[in-house]
């Protein structure tokens, strides 16, 4: 059973920073390319980072709002993705949902999602 279990999330003061964890299990977490994404309440969800599986170098893209802000990163030992935000804004108030997919063979999951909340 494939599970994805993200959590960190919370509330923050504008300026202020928050680190994601999702941890996988049931998939072999060094071949899938993992992903944060977010989504607030009547827009699609969208892409906020990504990394790519081990074998392929691990680098990373962030959306052009989180660039200088959010750092992605993983863990293959302990099969865990992160997403450390800073300089948190109100706009990045959203439920962050945690995605692995396996390139070219059509695998894909979602975690349950963990609410990040910018307010002052």
């Known amino acids: 059973q494939v599970q994805l279990v993200e959590s960190g999330g919370g509330l923050v003061q504008p300026g202020g920073s928050l680190r994601l964890s999702c941890v996988a299990s049931g998939i072999t977490f060094s071949t899938y390319t993992m992903s944060w994404y977010r989504q607030t309440p009547g827009k699609e969800r969208e892409l906020v980072a990504s990394?790519?599986?081990?074998?392929?170098?691990?680098?990373?893209n962030y959306a052009d709002s989180v660039k200088g802000r959010f750092t992605i990163s993983r863990d293959n030992r302990k099969n865990t993705v992160y997403l450390q935000m800073n300089d948190l804004k109100p706009d990045d108030t959203a439920v962050y949902y945690c995605?692995?997919?396996?390139?070219?063979?059509?695998?894909?999951?979602w975690g349950q999602g963990t609410q990040v909340t910018v307010s002052s």
């Open positions: 990394i790519s599986r081990a074998s392929a170098g691990g680098s990373t």
């Open positions: 995605h692995g997919r396996l390139i070219g063979v059509g695998l894909a999951y």
